[in-house]
């Protein structure tokens, strides 16, 4: 079932499945909305009560300012899990969506009993990243969004995958064309300033999870690797033919991953 809700002082969409005593949270990433999920929330469903949410400044929640933080975000989701009647829950992040849970996870212990960042790192932007994320803010604000859209959803794939999933490429250059251009720099401007989480990841009391792509573009294995070296606490899975969007690219094999580690942690 899909309804707005407000969160904090923020309009949201939400999607809950409604159904299920353990309750798992999917968060998307940049440039992306909650029916990135559809098809994978559909695999959690017969397990778990799965609730997605648009974070503020994306699909149609509402934007907030000129920057969104993740901590704004992770107390977004905070406030929209508690209207919901949420307790605690695993909160599983995707890219830019594994910043806010990893957050959420910080700043509020208490509701996250697992998480799991999904081809998502601790990591805080080099320069030459923020120096990208400029880039891009300077392209959106001279009216040319769809420069975004044609160069970013196929980079979200493994080479090999792209004419496969061409079809749930164009549907992410959809994504990108409807969110709102100040949705876009908010969150821009909200992960050049995230911090190094590292420490504070290794930190948290709740089991976690790394999920990699090992053809990602975006997080490239080598990247993936010195985390996985810096948080040993954590369990790692690789899926072997996935870019940066394994849930859709191997769905069964994240889902199988994800089972195993709520199951038996």
Same mark, same amino acid.
């Given at each position: 079932m899909e309804? !707005?809700?407000?969160?904090?002082?923020?309009a949201i969409r939400v999607s809950d499945s409604q159904k299920g005593d353990r309750v798992v949270v999917l968060l998307h990433g940049y440039l992306e909305n909650l029916n990135v999920w559809d098809d994978f929330a559909k695999l959690l469903a017969p397990h778990f009560r799965v609730i997605s949410m648009d974070l503020p400044g994306h699909g149609i929640s509402e934007v907030r300012g000129p920057v969104h933080t993740m901590g704004f975000l992770a107390d977004t989701v905070r406030e929209a899990l508690l209207q919901l009647g949420v307790v605690t829950c695993c909160v599983i992040g995707h890219s830019m969506g594994g910043y806010v849970a990893l957050a959420m996870a910080e700043k509020h212990p208490e509701m996250?009993?697992?998480?799991?960042? !999904?081809?998502?790192?601790?990591?805080?932007?080099?320069?030459?990243k923020k120096e990208h994320r400029e880039?891009?803010?300077?392209?959106v604000e001279s009216g040319k969004k769809e420069l975004l859209a044609r160069t970013l959803p196929a980079k979200g794939f493994a080479a090999e995958n792209r004419a496969r999933f061409a079809d749930?490429?164009?549907?992410?250059?959809?994504?990108?064309?409807?969110?709102?251009?100040?949705?876009?720099?908010?969150l821009l401007r909200g992960l050049m300033e995230r911090r190094d989480m590292n420490e504070a990841m290794r930190a948290l009391p709740m089991p976690q999870l790394l999920i990699f792509g090992r053809k990602d573009e975006y997080i490239l294995p080598s990247v993936a690797e010195d985390v996985a070296r810096n948080q040993p606490q954590a369990q790692v899975v690789w899926l072997e033919n996935s870019g940066h969007?394994? !849930?859709?690219?191997?769905p069964a094999e994240a889902l199988e991953a994800i089972l195993h580690f709520l199951n038996n942690n």
């Open positions: 309804k !707005f809700l407000v969160a904090g002082d923020v996250v009993d697992h998480l799991v960042l !999904f081809s998502s790192t601790p990591n805080a932007d080099s320069p030459e880039r891009e803010i300077a392209i749930e490429i164009e549907d992410y250059a959809e994504l990108v064309q409807l969110t709102e251009d100040q949705g876009i720099t908010a969007n394994g !849930f859709i690219e191997q």
